[in-house]
C-alpha cells in the first residue's frame, strides 16, 4: 500500500499537480475474514463519497484487491443501497479461475463483494492480457512527453529487465477499468450470476448471487490511443 502512495505521489509531483488530487491511503493488510473491516482513509473516502446527495452513478475503479471496497460496505452498510459502480482488475479466467495476482492479495475481500448487492464490472486476467503494448510504441508516442513519459518508460524497462526473461513489451493491464469507464462498450460482455472464490482462487458458481458485467473482450486500440493522446495534449499545454 505505501509504495503505491507513494507512486501516486510521485506521478502527481512529476506532472506539477501536487496538492490538486485528494490522496488518501488504503488498507496495509488484507481483510482476516468476511465479517472483519480493515478501516482506513481509503475506506473512509469511499464512504463520503456514496453518501454524498448526486444523481450519478460514483464509479470505483480498483487495480488491486477489493480490501477498501469491502471494508467500507463492512462499516457503513448503507452503501449497498447507493448508485456505486465497482470496477475491478481482477479475478481469473472463467469459468473455472484459479490464481491471480489481485484476488491472492485478498480473497475474504472480493467474497463480499460479490455476495453483496453492488454492481460490480469485472475484467478478470484473460481480457486485460489483452493490453499489450510494445517498447517501440513507447519509445514513440510516450517518452517524449516531458519528465512524466520518461519516467514512465524508464520504470518499465527497468522493470522488465529485472525479470528472468526479459520482455520487449508490456500489458497496461489496469488501463482497462479507466477504458470501461469512459466507453462501457469498450469491449464485448456478459451478465453472469456473481461467483465466489474458494482458498485457491477458484471460481464457486452457486447461482444464488445478483448478475455482475463479466467483460470477455476488450478494446485495446481505443484504451491506448486515448492515453497517448492525453498525455501528448497535458505535455503540450504544459510547455505554454
Known amino acids: 500500500m505505501q509504495d503505491s502512495y507513494n507512486e501516486t505521489v510521485l506521478l502527481l509531483r512529476l506532472m506539477g499537480l501536487e496538492g490538486q488530487v485528494r490522496i488518501e491511503a488504503g ?5 482476516p475474514n468476511e465479517e472483519t473491516a480493515v478501516d482506513s482513509p481509503g475506506a473512509r473516502l469511499i464512504i463520503e463519497e456514496a453518501m454524498k446527495d448526486d444523481d450519478r452513478p460514483l464509479h470505483v475503479a480498483f487495480f488491486g484487491p477489493l480490501t477498501e471496497m469491502a471494508s467500507a460496505l463492512l462499516i457503513e452498510p448503507k452503501i449497498a443501497e447507493r448508485n456505486i459502480r465497482v470496477i475491478w482488475i481482477g479475478g481469473a479466467e472463467y ?9 491472492s492479495n485478498d480473497i475474504h475481500a472480493a467474497n463480499v463483494i460479490f455476495k453483496s448487492k453492488l454492481e460490480v464490472w469485472q475484467i478478470p486476467s484473460s481480457v486485460y492480457r489483452l493490453m499489450a503494448v510494445s517498447y517501440v510504441e513507447l519509445f514513440e508516442k510516450v517518452y517524449p512527453l516531458g519528465e512524466i513519459g520518461k519516467y514512465l518508460v524508464e520504470q518499465l524497462l527497468e522493470f522488465n529487465n529485472n525479470r528472468k526473461s526479459p520482455d520487449e513489451y508490456r500489458s497496461l493491464g489496469d488501463s482497462p477499468a479507466v477504458g470501461v469507464i469512459m466507453y462501457p462498450n469498450c469491449g464485448k460482455w456478459t451478465w453472469k450470476p456473481a461467483p465466489l472464490f474458494d482458498s485457491n482462487m477458484n471460481y464457486i458458481h452457486t447461482g444464488q448471487y445478483r448478475p455482475i458485467r463479466v467483460y470477455e473482450t476488450i478494446d485495446a486500440r481505443f484504451i491506448h490511443e486515448d492515453f497517448f493522446a492525453k498525455l501528448t495534449r497535458f505535455h503540450r499545454s504544459s510547455q505554454k
Open 27 to 31: 488498507a496495509a493488510y488484507a481483510m
Open 95 to 103: 469459468p473455472s479461475g484459479g490464481p491471480e495476482y489481485n484476488l
